[in-house]
């Protein structure tokens, strides 16, 4: 059997943690888990598959942190700054590889992409001095470098937006809502990566206690809290946790069958 191991890059807000010239208590906190960066992830096989889950503004840092060695693909849940405004850094990548990148998103997000980061899609030049970049549609089902991977509509405030399933770990950031029928297709997983912005009820993400609502329904072997602003303190936010439940951190690695 082989193996899938998910690295947390990211696990911050839009502000990320500390936030820029704020001196509450998470943002002055010495403690690692308190310093959070974009909301990212990266899956590796031990067959050598590597895919990361967006490409927000700290990524190359987060590349430099995880010693990323190649990306055969990226799945993008939605083009908001935080989760995409890194993409320019895929170029290094690209320079190494000699090859485009397939990026895998919904219409919406492509789209998106493709207007604001139009450069990064064309024919690579001969210094390879942009990002080369090819567009894929997500399928609720497919097979992208060997992993299998689903992937599931989520409301984010106004957008529809992409979630996703590879074997029996799932990344579900930046979302409202999960529809009955997604929880379904959720059951049995081993890991639960799950938005929860903060305590207070937020148009286009979760709160606290409805992440734990959530995580009971789904009720993953092991769920974890991502996409926290700096009003969640790492610690007073554990003891707060159900069974089962625990607040991720940036250079979090869980590991699961495949
Ligand atoms: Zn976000
Ligand atoms: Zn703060
Ligand atoms: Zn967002």
Redesign the pocket.
């Known amino acids: 059997m082989s193996t899938l191991t998910l690295t947390v890059l990211g696990c911050g ?2 502000s990320g943690c500390p936030v820029i010239n704020c001196d509450c208590d998470t943002c002055l906190s010495t403690a690692p888990e308190n310093k959070r960066s ?2 990212s992830a990266w899956l590796s096989s031990d067959d050598g598959a590597s895919i990361v889950i967006d490409t927000g503004t700290d990524f190359r840092a987060q590349a430099l942190r995880a010693r990323i060695p190649h990306i055969d693909a990226v799945l993008y849940t939605h083009p ?1 700054a ?2 995409l405004n890194g993409v320019d850094d895929l170029r290094a990548f690209c320079y190494k590889q000699k090859a485009a990148i397939p990026v895998y998103g919904n219409g919406f997000t492509l789209a998106n992409m493709q207007s604001r980061f139009d450069y990064a899609f064309l024919e690579p030049r001969e210094f390879w001095d942009k990002p080369v970049l090819k567009a894929q549609g997500l399928q609720a089902a497919q097979t992208i470098a060997g992993l299998p991977v689903q992937a599931f509509n989520v409301p984010h405030g106004r957008w529809t937006i992409s979630a996703f399933r590879i074997g029996n770990i799932a990344w579900l ?2 979302l409202n809502d999960i529809s009955d029928e997604v929880i379904d297709q959720l059951q049995g997983l081993d890991y639960l990566f799950l938005d929860c912005l903060m305590d207070h009820a937020y148009p286009s993400h979760l709160s606290v206690e409805q992440a734990f609502a959530f995580a009971q329904r789904i009720n993953a072997q092991q769920t974890y809290l991502i ?1 926290m602003t700096h009003r969640l303190e790492y610690h007073e936010l554990m003891a707060r946790c159900p069974e089962r439940v625990a607040v991720a951190y940036d250079g979090l690695t869980v590991t699961s069958g495949l």
């Open positions: 807000s839009s974009r909301c908001h935080d989760h950031t930046d996409h």
